[in-house]
């Protein structure tokens, strides 16, 4: 996550964040459990304008289309794998004494005209196992393609909330360049009146420009995020800005026993593996079937000349697997190795989803208590120091570096504000992600 250096906390204010956390902790229970029942998410009318977006991408997203045509791409494969293979058809033509066709029909005992048919017909059950496998590819492709939908959705969501931390921070930012221009008017004056330091005229102004430094990062950063967000939405980069609504702290109701249940029936990365898992299956009994033999079945019609008669034949053949010590039996343990991995595969991202799920969770915890924090007793407090600062400093009873320090104090607590709504948006976005949009 994007930081900047004036929205670091100080030593002090961590202190003191930590020390009120400690008191709502001990107080109050936290709002991200829930007591009972199946987890609830409840949302405001200002994320009308976010699901618009995120219905946008889902429709148009190039990443979202690519995934989506090749699982439909793959749905057209079980009948095919489930299909016998091809006929074969013959025209046979004997001839005897001259390479002309149809020459020594009067003549010869030996000339024949003949027509056949052939089939091959794969071992037991092997088209049976080839459909089966099919299958399981079609739906790992469906699986990945939700887990492409959900990925681009939670890509929306992150870079919505962090246009909306931009916006109310270079709100905040235009808000206190006017305060430092009232304060900067303050300190002309009391120079006027030989009251005042021109040094104080000079950090003023400093100040001020600094502000200015800091409002071009943002809008630069700004700027960035739009295009980004118009490349998941398939826009033109040069079409206009996506406007930015208010965000309110949504309430998530959700508890790590709850997380471990949604996370392993919700992940779409996880289905995906295990779909990948009994696809490897599904190949191990293929490739032991690679022991029977396969067979082929034809049937011929022949013409032969006058004075004889018409030859009928069946034939029946058969692949016989001479070596299988160099192939069938390689194959079946290449096969048993694959499945080893698909199974570890599984394995692997369970602990993954879990741990980005908790992690999540922990993440969105942190942000209410954080918020908590600050709307009720850090910004009020800092608001009523710049009040007591900015009069005190008009009758000269504190000095201009502590009326600065007031207003910079009160600048940076609300951009720490907006920085963990922001943060605790993207958190439930993110387990979103693992779990499902529980809306």
Known sequence: MKRRESVRRTAARNILVTLFAGAILTVFPSSGRAQDGAPTLETTAGSDRLRALVDEALARSPVVLTARSHWQAQTKVPIQA?????????????????????????????????????????????????????????????????????????????????LFYHAKTLAILDRNEEELRQIQRIAETRYRL??????????????????????????????????????????????????????????????????????????????????????????????????????????????????????????????????????????IEQAALEAESAREQVRATQLQVSSDGESSLVAMRTAERILSIYRD???????????????????????????????????????EYFRSLADHEIAIAKLQQVIGDRR
């Open 82 to 162: 489930s299909t016998l293979p091809d006929p074969q058809v013959s025209l046979q033509h004997f001839t005897v004494g001259s390479p002309q066709p149809f020459s020594g029909y009067e003549s010869s005992d030996f000339y024949y005209t003949g027509f056949g048919v052939s089939q091959d017909i794969p071992g037991p059950g092997k088209l049976r196992l080839q459909k089966s496998e099919a299958e399981k590819d079609a739906e790992y492709s469906k699986h990945r393609n939700e887990a492409a939908g959900r990925a681009v959705e939670e890509k929306v969501k992150e870079l919505y909330y962090e």
């Open 194 to 331: 030989g009251q005042g330091l021109q040094q104080d005229l000079i950090k003023a102004q400093l100040q001020t420009t600094e502000l200015l430094k800091e409002h071009a990062m943002h809008h630069q950063e700004e700027d960035q995020e739009q295009l980004e967000l118009k490349q998941l939405l398939g826009r033109d980069p040069d079409s206009r800005n996506i406007d930015i609504g208010n965000v309110e702290m949504t309430q998530l109701q959700l508890d790590s026993s709850q997380l471990v249940q949604l996370a392993d029936s919700g992940s779409r990365d996880l289905a995906a593996d295990r779909a990948m898992e009994a696809r490897s299956a599904e190949a191990l009994k293929l490739a032991h079937q690679g022991y029977w033999p396969d067979f082929t079945v034809g049937y011929s019609y022949e013409k032969t000349g006058p004075g004889f008669n018409d030859y009928y034949m069946l034939s029946l053949g058969a692949k016989v697997p001479l070596y299988f010590w160099r192939k069938q039996t390689p194959a």
């Open 377 to 415: 007793g850090l910004i009020p407090q800092a608001e009523t120091s710049q009040a007591s600062a900015t009069a005190a400093y008009r009758v000269g009873k504190v000095d201009f570096q502590t009326l600065l320090s007031s207003v910079l104090d009160l600048q940076n607590l609300r951009q």
